[in-house]
């Protein structure tokens, strides 16, 4: 039988016989209609069967005890002077009211019943007067008397009333109540009574059945969406309950009065987080687009705390902390609303707003109904109704959403429907036996399926074997997540290659299939690429260095190992001349020769535009140096020809014998060294290292040295020396000296500063270094300050590297800035070629030096071609002239003369000399009487330790050689020191 269902679709809808069609109609459309407006007729034009109206509320009197002290007799006394009322506000007071009020007499021989219809009362008492004969007591627990609890609060039965009777109460009222009092005839009382419970019964079983409905759809569907509407539905109906006054009950069991108080505080909490988290997660996509996340997390807030409150204080004062909280979070609700109902305009937003402005004026009439005496839903038919009303269109709005999910939902799968027909990618579904079972066009057309009458077979049909087990293999996750097949070579013998993806879903193998035949010509292309030259087709650098690698590992006593490094010699004329297309093809016509020279287990690479490394794998060395003889023959002694033209080429090779124990890098820098020394010998093309040579073992020292200075941390051993500099002017009044940079070894050998600070620039690690010598230089002059009173300027280089560093220079100012009392003592030496490198940049930095108050010295002065070119930029406050010229000037009288003219210079712009290297007693006189200020070198002291310093107190002290002390002591006048002129007096930054 075919059942109609509301989204069913339009096309299965024209296609119903008229018959179906009627009915569908029928049922969907017209009953459902007539259903809707026979209830609004009936709504509005029928009578309630219970066939009663309510009495209108009776007019008493009532004052407030508040000392709890009054006697019936005073308390009905003092209301005589009190006005009439129809209701009365308690404003939250728990202390007792009297009220009193006077009974009509009844109309023929019907009972009188007089309802006291406030949910808030806990006690009520009442007597009749005069006489104070007491009619009946009750509370919550407990009744007697002509009293008992009756609908939302108690009622009074008098029985039949002939005459005007007065009746005084008194009652204790917890919460927001409000005292009112209404006289019925019996019978009609009864309906109201049946009315009341019905109302309840209308509310409990509609929002029941209402969320039972939801929690089965919340199962079914597996949402936790409509758990949270289930539960605010079930808040909806105990608030409701809680405003009608029948709170006290559930479904057939009564509540125990004292966890009421308890019990609504959590309801009310737990309603407000509920309702709030509720309209977070319906509209969630709309509150993203809306915005205030702080006016959302302000609810989440509230809420918390609420529910905090709602388990501390009791019911009087957690009240006005609810209304607070409610007025507040009505007013973000409100406004989030209407900035979801300006940019989304949904039905279901429609829908919520008609439900919340439902619930929100029941709840605000309720606060207001409390704080200013305002009240409008006094009625049981009206709450329920409200009720019923707000989770009916809160559940629209829930449906709305359903049923825009639903839509998005449905508009995704035609998307996806199309997107599986449209795309490139073979998509594919096989059964168990491996049948193909969906396909999309882009699969057909991979495995080229002809026609479209042509049915696709089995996956075996297409691949070559094995390829079904590749493909379980990913489905069961032991084969990685995809995989390359090969495909059935086709009549020309050609196979295609293809990458396949898979997973097992719904008992069936669903699978995305890639025809890359282009790109796995081209990977097998670029692994070729990768390890060799495109030029010449020999492997490239990183080709021969895994060769190389692996050549060693499996290197043993008797498989010995050789390797050869080949350069050009002059090959750079060849392009220069002739262009690079000849000098390309002279590198094709080399390899050949050479491969045509080699054995199966020896390889050549390219690793360089003109160098290259030949491998000889179990080679004796002595073999591999005849071979690489005739390949040198080979190369050099027979021309190239191209087209017309024919080459000579020369090269050098430098063989070394390997050890196991080596590295590549190593090994590529040894030969490399070799090469460059065959590159000198004008006859001998060949140089060969065996193992064990000292310049071989030298070359791994130095590689050691290299690595040993290249980690993360500064090694260790490193420490420094201070060599004096002695004035000639007063060789016995100053202690100047230059700080050298040393490195002791693990054999206690102290290794010479020139290697240290070559390794050091070579794997980049000078840097660190500098900073050390900065530091520990400056700390050591700080703490002995006061030991070095004749000492004016402490040399320190610096390297070119470290300078070039932008890094370095901010790391130094901060050094020095954290040493502002010695930074005048220290002179800075640059040299020559590093300051020339950059002239704008070492102005700068010589500029910041002096602006601290440190002095700068240009090292080796004298050795680049430019120094006296751009002498002139550079404020720097001394020149060390090159120790080149010092140690021939007195052989050379030109080296006098470049000597007396760079000291000159110096004078003229206002600078000091210092000559190094010197040697002995003669140069340090002729220097003197060029006028040069300061000498350093062996003659004067060696090295010395830091403590040898502290000890000494001059330069001079230091000196052993006697025609210097002669020449020292030469130097005084009248058994003191040789004064230094006026016109010898230097500038506050100068050298002293």
């Given at each position: 039988m075919w059942l109609f269902h509301a989204d069913t679709p339009k096309n299965r809808i024209a296609a119903l016989k008229p018959r179906d069609w009627a009915g569908f109609y029928f049922s969907v459309v017209l009953v459902p209609a007539?259903?809707?407006?026979?209830?609004?007729?009936?709504?509005?034009?029928?009578?309630?069967?219970?066939?009663?109206?309510?009495?209108?509320?009776?007019?008493?009197?009532?004052?407030?005890?508040?000392?709890?002290?009054?006697?019936?007799?005073?308390?009905?006394q003092q209301l005589a002077d009190t006005p009439l009322q129809a209701y009365r506000d308690t404003q939250l007071l728990e202390t007792p009211f009297w009220f009193s009020f006077q009974v009509s007499p009844n109309d023929g021989n019907a009972q009188t019943e007089i309802e006291l219809p406030s949910r808030h009362a806990q006690q009520i008492s009442c007597w009749e007067m005069p006489g104070q004969r007491l009619l009946g007591a009750g509370s919550r627990d407990l009744l007697e008397g002509q009293i008992r609890a009756e609908k939302t609060g108690f009622v009074l039965t008098l029985g039949h009333i002939a005459a005007a009777t007065n009746v005084i109460c008194k009652g204790t009222f917890?919460?927001?109540?409000?005292?009112?009092?209404?006289?019925?005839?019996?019978?009609?009382?009864?309906?109201?009574?049946?009315?009341?419970?019905?109302?309840?019964?209308?509310?409990?079983?509609?929002?029941?059945?209402?969320?039972?409905?939801?929690?089965?759809?919340?199962?079914i569907n597996r949402e936790w969406m409509y758990v949270l509407f289930a539960v605010w539905l079930l808040g909806n109906l105990r608030l409701g309950a809680n405003a009608m006054g029948w709170d006290a009950h559930w479904l057939v069991w009564t509540i125990p009065n004292q966890w009421l108080p308890w019990l609504r505080q959590f309801t009310f909490a737990t309603y407000y987080i509920v309702t709030f988290t509720l309209f977070g997660r319906l509209f969630q996509a709309e509150l993203k687009q809306v915005g205030f996340a702080i006016l959302q997390d302000i609810l989440r807030w509230l809420g918390l705390i609420l529910l905090g409150a709602a388990v501390v204080l009791p019911y009087r004062q957690f009240l006005p902390i609810l209304w607070v909280w409610t007025v507040v979070g009505i007013v973000i609700l409100v406004f989030l609303l209407a900035r979801i109902v300006w940019l989304a305009r949904t039905r279901a937003v429609?829908?919520?707003?008609?439900?919340?402005?439902?619930?929100?004026?029941?709840?605000?009439?309720?606060?207001?109904?409390?704080?200013?005496?305002?009240?409008?839903?006094?009625?049981?038919?009206?709450?329920?109704?409200?009720?019923?009303?707000?989770?009916?269109?809160?559940?629209?709005?829930?449906?709305?959403?359903?049923?825009?999910?639903?839509?998005?939902?449905?508009?995704?799968?035609?998307?996806?429907?199309?997107?599986?027909?449209?795309?490139?990618?073979?998509?594919?579904?096989?059964?168990?036996?491996?049948?193909?079972?969906?396909?999309?066009?882009?699969?057909?057309?991979?495995?080229?399926?002809?026609?479209?009458?042509?049915?696709?077979?089995?996956?075996?049909?297409?691949?070559?074997?094995?390829?079904?087990?590749?493909?379980?293999?990913?489905?069961?996750?032991?084969?990685?997540?995809?995989?390359?097949?090969?495909?059935i070579a086709g009549p020309d013998g050609k196979a295609s290659f293809y990458l396949v993806r898979a997973t097992f879903a719904n008992g069936r193998i669903e699978g995305s299939l890639q025809d890359i035949t282009d790109r796995s010509q081209a990977v097998e292309r670029l692994r070729f690429l990768a390890e060799h030259d495109p030029l010449t087709g020999v492997l490239n650098r990183r080709g021969i260095e895994i060769l190389l690698e692996q050549a060693i590992e499996r290197q043993c006593v008797d498989r010995p190992l050789a390797l050869a490094y080949l350069d050009l010699d002059r090959f750079k004329l060849i392009n220069d001349l002739f262009g690079h297309q000849s000098g390309d093809e002279v590198l094709k016509q080399l390899c050949d020769r050479v491969e045509q020279s080699l054995d199966r287990?020896?390889?050549?690479?390219?690793?360089?535009?003109?160098?290259?490394?030949?491998?000889?794998?179990?080679?004796?060395?002595?073999?591999?140096?005849?071979?690489?003889?005739?390949?040198?023959?080979?190369?050099?002694?027979?021309?190239?020809?191209?087209?017309?033209?024919?080459?000579?080429?020369?090269?050098?090779?430098?063989?070394?014998?390997?050890?196991?124990?080596?590295?590549?890098?190593?090994?590529?820098?040894?030969?490399?060294?070799?090469?460059?020394?065959?590159?000198?010998?004008?006859?001998?093309?060949?140089v060969v290292y065996h193992k064990n040579a000292p310049v071989f073992l030298e070359r791994l020292e130095e590689l050691s040295l290299i690595e040993?200075?290249?980690?993360?941390?500064?090694?260790?051993?490193?420490?420094?020396?201070?060599?004096?500099?002695?004035?000639?002017?007063?060789?016995?009044?100053?202690?100047?000296?230059?700080?050298?940079?040393?490195?002791?070894?693990?054999?206690?050998?102290?290794?010479?500063?020139?290697?240290?600070?070559?390794?050091?620039?070579?794997?980049?690690?000078?840097?660190?270094?500098?900073?050390?010598?900065?530091?520990?230089?400056?700390?050591?002059?700080?703490?002995?300050?006061?030991?070095?009173?004749?000492t004016k300027f402490v040399c320190v280089n610096l390297s070119g590297a470290s300078l070039n560093d932008e890094k370095f220079v901010q790391d130094i100012f901060t050094i020095l800035h954290r040493h502002p009392q010695v930074v005048p003592l220290l002179c800075i030496e640059i040299t020559e070629s590093v300051a020339l490198h950059d002239l704008e940049h070492t102005g700068r930095f010589i500029d910041r030096l002096q602006a601290l108050g440190a002095k700068v010295a240009l090292d080796d002065f004298g050795a680049g071609y430019t120094s006296f070119t751009y002498l002139k930029s550079l404020s720097a406050d001394a020149l060390k002239i090159d120790g080149a010229f010092i140690q021939s000037m007195n052989t050379h009288p030109a080296n006098e003369a470049i000597v007396e003219a760079i000291v000159e210079l110096a004078r003229n712009l206002g600078m000091k000399s210092i000559a190094e290297w010197v040697e002995d007693c003669r140069m340090i006189e002729a220097l003197a009487k060029l006028g040069v200020d300061y000498v350093q070198g062996y003659i004067v002291a060696t090295p010395q330790s830091p403590d040898a310093i502290l000890t000494a107190q001059s330069a001079a002290s230091f000196i052993t050689d006697p025609a210097l002390l002669r020449f020292v002591a030469s130097r005084r006048v009248g058994g003191a020191a040789w004064a230094v002129g006026e016109d010898d007096d230097l500038p506050p930054s100068g050298l002293h």
């Open positions: 007539l259903i809707i407006v026979l209830t609004v007729i009936a709504f509005i034009s029928l009578e309630s069967r219970f066939g009663h109206r309510n009495p209108s509320p009776s007019l008493f009197h009532a004052l407030s005890d508040p000392g709890q002290r009054l006697l019936p007799e005073q308390a009905f917890s919460g927001p109540a409000r005292i009112s009092v209404r006289q019925w005839e019996s019978t009609e009382f009864e309906q109201s009574q049946n009315e009341f419970y019905r109302g309840i019964g209308l509310l409990e079983g509609g929002l029941l059945t209402l969320t039972l409905f939801v929690l089965v759809a919340a199962l429609l829908w919520y707003c008609a439900s919340m402005f439902v619930v929100l004026f029941t709840r605000v009439e309720e606060v207001f109904a409390a704080a200013f005496g305002i009240k409008t839903l006094d009625e049981v038919p009206n709450n329920v109704i409200a009720a019923l009303l707000s989770s009916l269109m809160a559940s629209f709005a829930f449906a709305e959403q359903m049923r825009a999910g639903k839509r998005e939902l449905a508009i995704a799968q035609a998307e996806l429907r199309t997107t599986y027909e449209v795309t490139p990618i073979g998509l594919f579904t096989l059964d168990a036996d491996g049948r193909f079972v969906r396909t999309n066009l882009a699969l057909e057309k991979i495995l080229g399926r002809e026609g479209a009458d042509q049915q696709l077979k089995k996956w075996d049909d297409y691949f070559q074997p094995g390829a079904r087990d590749k493909l379980l293999k990913i489905v069961s996750g032991t084969g990685g997540n995809e995989a390359e097949l090969r495909g287990n020896s390889h050549i690479g390219r690793i360089g535009g003109d160098e290259f490394i030949i491998l000889f794998q179990d080679t004796k060395i002595e073999d591999a140096t005849a071979i690489c003889s005739a390949i040198v023959q080979k190369i050099s002694y027979q021309s190239y020809h191209i087209g017309a033209r024919a080459f000579q080429v020369k090269g050098s090779i430098g063989l070394i014998e390997v050890d196991g124990s080596m590295r590549v890098q190593d090994a590529i820098s040894a030969a490399d060294r070799a090469c460059r020394e065959a590159k000198k010998a004008h006859d001998e093309h060949i040993k200075l290249g980690g993360e941390f500064l090694p260790a051993g490193l420490f420094v020396e201070m060599q004096p500099i002695m004035s000639l002017r007063e060789p016995e009044e100053s202690l100047n000296f230059e700080v050298l940079l040393r490195l002791r070894d693990a054999d206690n050998r102290v290794v010479p500063a020139t290697k240290v600070v070559a390794a050091a620039e070579e794997n980049g690690n000078i840097g660190a270094i500098d900073r050390w010598v900065m530091s520990t230089v400056l700390d050591w002059l700080a703490k002995h300050q006061s030991q070095l009173k004749r």
